[in-house]
C-alpha cells in the first residue's frame, strides 16, 4: 500500500507547531525518540523529522511528498537550484514569522544599506540575499557561513549581516542594528511538484483538506445569539466572516436566534457591538473540526 511521507522540522522555531497541525489531523505517530523516522499509525503517512534547511531538497528530490517549513528556506533552495517550479507552495500557515534582514554595528555610521554598496555582508542565506540585493542594485561580496552569522561582524569577517530576525534579541544581544527588511517569512506547506502517481495523489489530497480543515477550525468561531427580527442584517453584518447565519425563530417573541460560523477572529469589540445592535445570549463556541 502507498504511503506518503511528511518532512518537518525537528527541533525549533516550527517543530512544535507543526506537530500540532498534523495531530489535529488525525495523525498518530510510533515515535522514538532518537530516530527521525516517526511510522504512522491510523492514515497511511510517516513523518520525516529533520533540519528545515533540509526540507525542501527533500522535496525536490521526492523523498518526501509534503513538508512545513519558512518561505525563506524554501526560497533560498529553489533560487540556488534554479528550481522555481520544483516547490509548490499550498499555503502560509500564519505562525514562525520572522524576516532576513540587514544589519550593521550599531556604532556603524550609516543610515541606508546603499551605502553599503561594496562592503562584505555574512549571511546563511546567499542566494536569497544575493537576489534581494540585486534588485535593489546594491552590490556586496556575501560571505556564506553557515551559522553564528551575528558575530561576523565583531569578528572582523564582515561588515554587515543578513540574518533571520524575529525578536530581535539575538541582534541586540550582539550590539547589531537592524538597518532593512529584505524578505518577510512565515512557515508554510509546500508540495513536492514531481508526479507521485495517483494513489498517492489521493492521499495527499485527503491529508490536504484534513489540513485545511485544521486550520480553519483554528481560526473560526461558532456564535449562537437572540437577536430582534429586523435587526437580522444589522447583527449579520456586524459578524466577522458570515454571510449566512442560521435563523431560528422564538416561540411567542418577535426575537429571533440566530446561529453562524465567523471565518474571522471574534473580539470583544464586536461582542460590544452587536450588543449595541440589540443582540442578547451571545455565546461563542470553538469549533473543533471542520471540512467544507
Ligand atoms: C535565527 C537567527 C538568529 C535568531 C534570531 O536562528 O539566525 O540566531 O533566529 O531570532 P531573534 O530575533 O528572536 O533573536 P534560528 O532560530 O532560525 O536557528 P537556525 O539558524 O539554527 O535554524
Ligand atoms: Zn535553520
Redesign the pocket.
Same mark, same amino acid.
Given at each position: 500500500m502507498s504511503r506518503l511521507r511528511v518532512a518537518i522540522q525537528k527541533s525549533? &522555531?516550527l517543530s512544535e507547531r507543526s506537530q500540532e497541525i498534523l495531530k489535529n489531523c488525525g495523525l498518530r505517530f510510533a515515535q522514538s525518540k532518537d530516530k527521525l523516522f516517526w511510522y504512522g499509525q491510523d492514515f497511511p503517512v510517516d513523518l520525516l523529522l529533520v &533540519?528545515?534547511?533540509d526540507i525542501p531538497r527533500l522535496l525536490l528530490d521526492g523523498v518526501c511528498e509534503l513538508g512545513i517549513v519558512?518561505e525563506n528556506v524554501a526560497r533560498e533552495v529553489m533560487l540556488e537550484r534554479n528550481a522555481g517550479n520544483g516547490l509548490s507552495c499550498r499555503r502560509k500557515l500564519g505562525f514562525g514569522h520572522?524576516r532576513l534582514s540587514l544589519a550593521v554595528p550599531e556604532d556603524m555610521d550609516i543610515s541606508t544599506s546603499a551605502q553599503l554598496e561594496g562592503m562584505r555582508v555574512a549571511t546563511?542565506f546567499p542566494a536569497l540575499t544575493r537576489n534581494t540585493l540585486m534588485e535593489k542594485n546594491i552590490n556586496m561580496h556575501i560571505v556564506e557561513l553557515s551559522?553564528s +552569522?551575528?558575530i561576523a561582524p565583531g569578528l572582523g569577517t564582515a561588515d554587515a549581516i543578513a540574518?533571520? +530576525?524575529?525578536?530581535?534579541?539575538?541582534? &541586540?544581544?550582539n550590539h547589531l542594528r537592524e538597518l532593512e527588511v529584505l524578505f518577510h517569512s512565515q512557515a508554510a506547506l509546500y508540495c513536492t511538484s514531481i508526479s507521485i502517481g495517483e494513489a498517492k495523489q489521493v492521499l495527499l489530497n485527503r491529508l490536504l483538506s484534513r489540513i485545511e480543515g485544521v486550520l480553519q477550525a483554528a481560526e473560526s468561531k461558532y456564535v449562537m445569539l437572540h437577536a430582534p427580527r429586523d435587526a437580522i442584517d444589522k447583527v449579520t453584518a456586524l459578524l466577522p466572516g458570515v454571510e449566512h447565519p442560521s435563523i431560528m425563530p422564538l416561540e411567542g417573541s418577535d426575537r429571533v436566534a440566530l446561529h453562524a460560523v465567523c471565518g474571522e477572529t471574534v473580539f470583544w469589540e464586536h461582542l460590544e457591538a452587536l450588543k449595541a445592535a440589540g443582540a442578547s445570549a451571545i455565546l461563542v463556541l470553538p469549533v473543533e473540526k471542520m471540512l467544507a
Amino acid at each position: 500500500m502507498s504511503r506518503l511521507r511528511v518532512a518537518i522540522q525537528k527541533s525549533g &522555531r516550527l517543530s512544535e507547531r507543526s506537530q500540532e497541525i498534523l495531530k489535529n489531523c488525525g495523525l498518530r505517530f510510533a515515535q522514538s525518540k532518537d530516530k527521525l523516522f516517526w511510522y504512522g499509525q491510523d492514515f497511511p503517512v510517516d513523518l520525516l523529522l529533520v &533540519r528545515d534547511d533540509d526540507i525542501p531538497r527533500l522535496l525536490l528530490d521526492g523523498v518526501c511528498e509534503l513538508g512545513i517549513v519558512g518561505e525563506n528556506v524554501a526560497r533560498e533552495v529553489m533560487l540556488e537550484r534554479n528550481a522555481g517550479n520544483g516547490l509548490s507552495c499550498r499555503r502560509k500557515l500564519g505562525f514562525g514569522h520572522c524576516r532576513l534582514s540587514l544589519a550593521v554595528p550599531e556604532d556603524m555610521d550609516i543610515s541606508t544599506s546603499a551605502q553599503l554598496e561594496g562592503m562584505r555582508v555574512a549571511t546563511s542565506f546567499p542566494a536569497l540575499t544575493r537576489n534581494t540585493l540585486m534588485e535593489k542594485n546594491i552590490n556586496m561580496h556575501i560571505v556564506e557561513l553557515s551559522g553564528s +552569522v551575528e558575530i561576523a561582524p565583531g569578528l572582523g569577517t564582515a561588515d554587515a549581516i543578513a540574518d533571520l +530576525v524575529s525578536t530581535g534579541s539575538t541582534l &541586540r544581544a550582539n550590539h547589531l542594528r537592524e538597518l532593512e527588511v529584505l524578505f518577510h517569512s512565515q512557515a508554510a506547506l509546500y508540495c513536492t511538484s514531481i508526479s507521485i502517481g495517483e494513489a498517492k495523489q489521493v492521499l495527499l489530497n485527503r491529508l490536504l483538506s484534513r489540513i485545511e480543515g485544521v486550520l480553519q477550525a483554528a481560526e473560526s468561531k461558532y456564535v449562537m445569539l437572540h437577536a430582534p427580527r429586523d435587526a437580522i442584517d444589522k447583527v449579520t453584518a456586524l459578524l466577522p466572516g458570515v454571510e449566512h447565519p442560521s435563523i431560528m425563530p422564538l416561540e411567542g417573541s418577535d426575537r429571533v436566534a440566530l446561529h453562524a460560523v465567523c471565518g474571522e477572529t471574534v473580539f470583544w469589540e464586536h461582542l460590544e457591538a452587536l450588543k449595541a445592535a440589540g443582540a442578547s445570549a451571545i455565546l461563542v463556541l470553538p469549533v473543533e473540526k471542520m471540512l467544507a
